[in-house]
């Protein structure tokens, strides 16, 4: 049986097909970028950014390929991510945890202590998610945790660092609609707890000694 796209979502940064078990990922070019991210910065009266934030966005996923390839992170941890020929990305479909979020509380907190730990992971091989979108960002396969987008990511040390020192993931407006308040309290206590400039400076690439 043909594998027919079911559905194709445009994103600031990516178009993606998504198919039975897989979704592909085409990197959008400049044009492209402008196109959707001109409305929201008309909304915010900002439209003089254009040129500066779309050439971030461009530079962001450049930057997050180059240290993807290198980082020797097992892609598994990324749903069994592969580039593919003209700039493709393939990737397993997963479950996103936006649509899980809410609908048991032990599990939920579950989710959020392997996330805590999974940030932990990418250090221990030089990397960091810079934008902390767990509902988004992550999903799961078979029950397992995985980032789907991982580009906007970094290898650079000292902007981790100052991340932790401004605890940039405390703002509960980056979890999406469906984590509670609750859970989000629960999620930030964690990471202020667990996210430290010790535990960075114990565990950043340990896996490449």
Same mark, same amino acid.
């Given at each position: 049986?043909?594998?027919?796209?079911?559905?194709?979502?445009?994103?600031?940064?990516?178009?993606?097909?998504?198919?039975? !078990?897989k979704?592909i990922?085409?990197?959008?070019?400049?044009?492209q970028?402008?196109?959707?991210?001109?409305p929201?910065?008309?909304?915010?009266?900002?439209?003089?950014?254009?040129?500066?934030r779309?050439?971030?966005?461009?530079?962001?996923?450049?930057?997050?390929?180059?240290?993807?390839?290198?980082?020797?992170?097992?892609?598994?941890?990324?749903?069994?991510?592969?580039?593919?020929?003209?700039?493709?990305?393939?990737?397993?479909?997963?479950?996103?945890?936006?649509?899980?979020?809410?609908?048991?509380?032990?599990?939920?907190?579950?989710?959020?202590?392997?996330?805590?730990?999974?940030?932990?992971?990418?250090?221990?091989?030089?990397i960091?998610?810079?934008?902390?979108k767990?509902?988004?960002n992550?999903?799961?396969?078979?029950?397992?945790?995985?980032?789907?987008?991982?580009?906007?990511?970094?290898?650079?040390?000292?902007?981790?660092?100052?991340?932790?020192?401004?605890k940039?993931?405390?703002?509960?407006?980056?979890?999406?609609?469906?984590?509670?308040?609750?859970?989000?309290d629960?999620?930030? !206590?964690?990471? !202020? !707890?667990?996210?430290?400039?010790?535990?960075l400076?114990?565990?950043?690439?340990?896996n490449?000694?």
């Amino acid at each position: 049986m043909e594998d027919r796209i079911l559905e194709k979502k445009e994103g600031w940064q990516m178009i993606v097909e998504i198919f039975n !078990n897989k979704i592909i990922k085409y990197p959008k070019n400049r044009k492209q970028i402008e196109r959707v991210i001109i409305p929201y910065l008309k909304s915010i009266s900002k439209e003089n950014e254009l040129e500066e934030r779309t050439s971030k966005m461009i530079n962001d996923v450049n930057s997050s390929i180059k240290i993807l390839k290198k980082s020797g992170v097992p892609m598994d941890h990324f749903a069994n991510l592969k580039f593919l020929k003209n700039g493709k990305i393939w990737q397993d479909k997963v479950l996103i945890l936006d649509d899980i979020f809410n609908k048991d509380k032990d599990k939920t907190k579950k989710i959020i202590d392997e996330y805590i730990s999974f940030v932990i992971f990418l250090w221990s091989y030089g990397i960091h998610e810079n934008t902390y979108k767990m509902h988004s960002n992550f999903g799961l396969i078979d029950g397992k945790l995985v980032l789907i987008d991982p580009f906007e990511i970094t290898d650079n040390k000292e902007k981790v660092l100052s991340q932790i020192q401004r605890k940039k993931w405390a703002k509960h407006s980056k979890y999406g609609k469906n984590l509670s308040k609750e859970m989000i309290d629960y999620l930030i !206590n964690q990471a !202020n !707890n667990t996210w430290t400039e010790r535990k960075l400076n114990e565990i950043w690439k340990e896996n490449l000694k």
